[in-house]
């Protein structure tokens, strides 16, 4: 029956064994510096497309019965690499499991794995309904990449992340058994970057679509007075769509603006509902603003809301033809650290002579989804290269002030026992015992080895995704792959981070 089921994809175009069909699944938006290729085996065996849970099971036992690695991939929209293979495999692209159906009357949407959170947006629109939340500036995100990589975006802060608007989902588990649960087991999901199964279909409940949208924007001169107004919003018993941050430089980048937005920290409260309740929110929130609050521009915040899905990327300056793009990295920060990490963000940019911007939205009440980011021309090879320094200093600072990086992808494996808590980071030891005893060691809470012993439960021979999120591998010169200790990674990261200050500032068009 699989090889029946795995012929007539091969004889569909389906699944492929052929270099041209299947080297274009080893990047995402920024591609790996080909240099990394000695260390990694982004290229996989296979690559199939699967148009159903059926499909996805027998290619799940296939891959099993071969030792094959799996890497489940919507559309590759995520910057982390986590949706790319580390040592070969078969790598399951879910864009033929699209389809979006909408129930008007039942105010769900049942849709595939690959279906874009855009198109089903668009869907529910039309039916006077919508889906919250939905991911930032991904034009092409998934529905089941974006559960996978933790489903928090605009829209959050007032219905929830993602998992809770599952009313049912459909998975295939590492031994190709096919699942079906609620919204338990897509929380079982999210946030699991592919390595406990694939997302094949799901069924969220929608809401109304809101009569009126309304942006409620400010401009501050200091970023500590846009972070006290942030904290008083949030204390307000409004239930604002999203609250957005956006850095000095953000607009410059974002929206290609040429200096009409510049030199000021900008905040925006989007609301949405009945047009006679929004005036009454509008005046309480500017109230929570404060006396330092400066009307801000409702065509900016507008202009940004478009941008949510917009692909993010830079024109070609004038030394010859190529695009220059965002390496962009996640983190959770805890509302009131807010100010203290975006001012560590431009500092961390000055000494790594990057052009940077962050941008944030409100998750829940106390924190933010914060994405920074840097520009780089991945002509430069050596320069790109080195400047994966700095996504792992953003992260070393979210850390120090409570937070987190979202996700771990193949750049996030060396923060697996500073994030989870396994055993204290050795460096900080060693700068703890030089110190003195006042500086205490990490304590140890067993959640990196909760995750692995799921991981085990549920993938014993471990070729689900692996290679990342629970630990490293390296397939160097594409040979059998070997673990990497975390410690290791950071190292690596650091020497790229120190190599970056010694490299020039790159020019770019729209400076």
Known sequence: M?????????????LGEGWRQRVSQ???PVPLPRILDLLFNTTPHYLARPTGPEEVSELVRFAATQRLPIVPRGAGSWSAGGAIPVSGGMVIQTDRMASVEIDKEGMTATAGAGAPMA????????????????????????LGGFLASGGLGAGSLKYGPLARQVAECQAVLPGGEPLTGDSGVASLISGSEGMLGVLTRATLRLHPKAEETRPVTFTFRRLEEAAEALVRIHKTPLQPLYVSLGGPSHYHWLLQDKGEFQGAIHVAVMLEGPRGRLAREEAEVKRAAGPRASPGS????????????????VPADRRGPGTYTFFVREHLVPLDRIAAFAGGLQTL?????????????SVDPGTLLVQSYHVIDTRRIFSTLLSLGYPKRASDLALELGGRPLGFGLWGTGMLEKLHGEMADPL????AMALGPTILRVKQDGAVEATRKL?????????????KVT??????????PIKLPALAMNLLMETMATGRRLMPQEKFTNE
């Open 298 to 313: 409702s065509e900016l915040a507008l202009r940004e809301q478009k941008a949510l899905g917009a692909p993010l990327h």
């Open 26 to 28: 080893g990047q995402d």
């Open 349 to 361: 940019g000055r000494r790594m002579r990057l052009h940077t911007g962050y941008t944030g939205i």
């Open 119 to 142: 198109e089903l947006q668009k869907a529910a629109q039309a039916q006077g309904l919508q889906a919250a939340p939905q991911p930032l500036y991904r034009p092409r995100s998934t």
């Open 455 to 467: 991981k085990k439960a549920l993938d014993p021979q471990g070729h689900m995704n692996p290679g």
């Open 428 to 431: 900080a030891d060693a700068k």
């Open 2 to 14: 699989a090889e029946g089921v795995l012929a007539q994809m091969a004889a569909e175009g389906r």
């Open 471 to 480: 630990e490293l591998w390296l397939s160097p010169m594409g040979l059998l």
